[in-house]
């Protein structure tokens, strides 16, 4: 990944993050704002339902107070004192209850047997424990009825004064889909009503303040654990799929006289408002995004042109001189640190390019010297012979004629020989000054160590030196130079055999190592020193003593042709063993 | 002397004057409301305009309406009735044998079809042919001995009727229909009845109406005779109202048919003995009637008090053997508040012993019931097979004595598929004007007989 691609994505990820980020912090607030809305609403509603409750209940005491004190029933009242058939007031309770405008009324005897009852006449004689409660406040109570349902109602107790013994009066107004009606809701505020009359959950007690409430179903889990632990519940419900359509949802446990949960209360908020917004600010959030991640696009065009363009500048350039292009050098476009960089690095180019210049200079100076050096080394020893020689032959002058003659005549071999001598050392430096360049074939590289093991198998023979090939069952294709690769090895293994006078084991291998072919040649003589490992390589650095030391540079430099290496190191049982590593060629272009 | 005379001119004058005010009147409109269907098979209307065969006197037996005599043979099971000459149909039709075997016969076609109302269906025939005789002779014969057949014959049910041209029921009774306007059938007094014209010139019978407005009609005159259900009783004697009440003529009774829950006869025992009577009668029925376990009123069998009639709540747990939790449905027939009222409150006592059973709106299937069924006998053995009919149980009654009559009812009630629970009375409620009304002994009003005060 570029830097350009890397600052695209910074910019684009931190502008997309802070937008998220800002859009999550809102949301949330709103959230929040709307949840604290919800819970105002729900307090409003409850302390709302609480002053409704309390105001049920006094009215519902209010309308049994004025029942008691009625001349009716305190004729009754008189009447069943002095002995009167209870009979006949089977159905004062229902006339009583239309009058005083209660949806329950019973008539109770002091001995708690049922008198007279609206909601089901036909429980007269049948006890009524609750007159127990006679003149405490209004409670909820569960009211059966004879179609076998039942219905929650805010009741009221009451005795008929001035008889005795006393007659009581249990009365209560249902609460019901009417009594919600009467709810001063908000716009978006729902209330509904389950009555806990059965054991499960019951669709049918739900109810709302309208028939189009819509399905009790979704508040089903939140009814049960409101009504299952007596406890305030809430939860976010969705009547329908869409999202609009949530309601921030409390239920209230109502409990009877006994703490039982007689009914629970549900107080339903609409969340549209929210909800839209919400979705306003996700969409500005979209849209901040977008725009966010072009302006992160321009940004980083814009600090692309600024800053990693010379910056890529600068690593393009770098690699050149990674690759040996000294003379790169970069556009300074300002004077920033980006600026004094590029400065830096053209300056360092040109110390390199300087100093390589002088570095080649003085190796070439050292080269001429090396070789001027080693020209009269190698010139001065026929050369001593040769003044020495034709000096005798004149002294020999002096001499008689044969005598002379025998002295001219050995004096002139030596001289030939050294001449001969001076032709080959000369004929050397020309053979290293003209090294041909390669002619690049595939071939595989372990026929060249087969080559070389047969052609000097015999010589090796009679200096009782033990010869081990050892090459790869698998092909190791190269691209070579036949010829040249085979003087190379024949140059390693002549060397090999000038470290054995005395005879020895000579290893020439051949095996893949990764991606190169791994050629070795290795003897079991004296061994190289790690200087001299170091410097083998040098041209004109010999061990021996009649050596020219271009050997193995011509190797080095045949290997080097090859784009190969070729390093010497310490045989693991003495001797020295020379490692030469050519790349493998594809596999098109194997032999 | 002659002061002795003019007082005693004068105190003759006053006589005369009393017996004139006492002395029925002809002439005027009699207005009865009722809250059910005046053409009902026993209903008031049907009862005015035509006549059985025999009537029912006083003490139950069969006394001769337009069959002057009869005799059997073939032990009880041919009875040959003589007709009454000279009487003639509201449409001036004769009235012959001929006409009677036409009016048995579409009576028994029309209660046989499948296409039968119910009040056809009800009219069972007890005989297995009838035919004429003679111009004024028919004869029917029966499968089984059918000694109170004459008795039998005296039900409204078994009227003789034939339809006239214009598609209107004419019979021989006193009155003949003569119109149907918003809700009120109209009877004119036939004057050519066979015995004798009535003293009123028309009956207006207001069906379907209300009791609280009957009432109200009766107290500010537009009505002169309204029904006071027995529940109400008591309150209509309290208002000081001037009511003619039957004996008990109504069974108020629990059927359990012998299928699904009860089936096990100890199950419909166990609902037998936790039916509460007292409570019914004390409270519901305001203490009208009588608390009965009987298919027959004590006054008509003397035996009634032998069947139980209280409440054994621990046995009929035991019986039940733990509560069953199967909604039992009960329905009531016919319908009304008091009936509703009656049988919340069986179902209460019911609930006591394990029985989860629940009122039911009409025309629902039941496991039971709770029905008011009409008693037309008076004559014991009449009655009883009334009344088996009426249920639908089947008894073998072998002989007229009690002792028969209540084996054969034990025998009966023995299944519990029937629970006896109340006689009621029937009770009217007659207006100021109405003289000389009485009521028949199953309990409905006779206004051939009664006249107007103030008509002319």
Known sequence: MTLRQKLLLTFSLTVVGIVAAVAWTISLRVRRVFDELHHEQTSALVSQFQREFDQSAADTSAALDRTASSDALQRIAFELANGGDTAQYLNTAAGLAREYQLDDLELVAHDGSIISSAQWPARFGYKEPVILSAGKPAFLKEENLPDGSSEIGIFAVRAVEKSNPPIYLVGGRNLNANTLRDFPVSAGTRVFLYRNLSAGFSLGNFTGASQTSGSPQPYQQLVDQARTTGQNAEAVVYPTPHREDSVNATAIPLKGANGNVLAVLVVANSRRGMVEVQNHIRSIAYGAAGLGILFAIAASLWIAARVSRPIEQLARAAGEVAAGNWDTSVEVSGRDELGVLAGSFNHMTGQLVEQRDRLVQSERVAAWRELARRLAHELKNPLFPLQITVENMVRARALPQQEFDEVFNESTATLRAEIDNLKVIIGRFSDFSKMPKPQMEPMDARDAIRRVASLYEPALKEKHIELRTTVDSGQLPISADAELLHRALSNLVLNAMDAMPDGGTLVIAAARAGDAARLSVSDSGAGLTPEECSRLFTPYYTTRQHGTGLGLAIVQSVIADHHGTIAAESGENGGARFVIELPLAAEGQSA | ?456
């Open chain 2, 1 to 456: 002397m002659l002061r002795q005379a003019a007082i005693s001119g004068v105190l003759l004058l006053l006589a005369l004057g009393a017996s004139a005010r006492t002395r029925p009147h002809y002439g005027g409109t009699l207005r009865i409301e009722v809250h059910g269907d005046a053409w009902a098979p026993d209903g008031l209307a049907r009862r005015l305009v035509l006549d059985g065969l025999t009537d029912l006197s006083d003490t139950g037996a069969a006394e001769p309406a337009l069959a002057v005599q009869w005799s059997q043979t073939n032990h009880d099971q041919r009875w040959d009735f003589r007709l009454r000459p000279w009487v003639r149909f509201q449409d001036d039709t004769p009235f012959n044998a001929e006409a009677v075997v036409a009016s048995f016969t579409t009576m028994c076609a029309n209660s046989a079809s499948p296409d039968a109302t119910n009040a056809a269906q009800e009219t069972q025939c007890p005989w297995s042919a009838v035919y004429a005789a003679g111009p004024l002779e028919i004869v029917f014969t029966t499968a089984t001995p059918s000694p109170d057949f004459p008795e039998l014959l005296a039900q409204t049910r078994f009227a003789i009727s034939k339809k006239a041209s214009s598609g209107v029921l004419e019979g021989t009774g006193p009155f003949q229909v003569s119109g149907f306007a918003n809700g009120a059938l109209t009877l004119t007094a036939y004057a050519d009845c066979w015995h004798g014209r009535p003293f009123l010139d028309s009956v207006e019978i207001v069906q379907h109406r209300s009791q609280r407005d009957q009432w109200l009609d009766l107290s500010v005159g537009r009505a002169d005779i309204v029904e006071v259900p027995p529940e109400l009783l008591r309150q209509a004697r309290e208002q000081h109202m001037n009511v003619l009440v039957s004996g008990p003529v109504d069974l108020l009774a629990l059927t359990i048919p012998a299928q699904g829950v009860f089936q096990d006869t100890a199950m419909r025992q166990s609902a037998a003995l936790a039916v509460d009577r007292a409570a019914l009668y004390n409270v519901i029925f305001q203490k009208q009637g009588e608390i009965t376990a009987s298919l027959l009123p004590q006054k008509v069998s003397g035996y009634a008090f032998l069947f139980a009639t209280d409440r054994d709540l621990n046995r009929a747990r035991a019986m039940r053997g733990g509560a069953f939790p199967t909604p039992l449905r009960m329905g009531a027939e016919p319908g009304g508040a008091t009936m509703r009222l009656a049988g919340e409150r069986l179902a209460l006592n019911l609930h006591e012993a394990g029985f989860n059973a629940r009122m039911v709106a009409p025309g629902k299937p039941t496991a039971m019931d709770l029905q008011l069924i009409h008693l037309g006998e008076t004559a014991p053995r009449a009655a009883l097979d009334e009344m088996l009919a009426a249920f639908g149980l089947n008894a073998t009654v072998n002989g007229t004595g009690a002792q028969a009559l209540w084996q054969a009812e034990s025998s009966a009630l023995k299944s519990n598929t029937v629970v006896p629970l109340l006689w009621l009375p029937r009770a009217w409620a007659i207006g100021e004007r109405v003289r000389d009304i009485r009521l028949s002994p199953d309990g409905e009003p006779l206004l051939a007989e009664a006249s107007l005060e103030g008509a002319k």
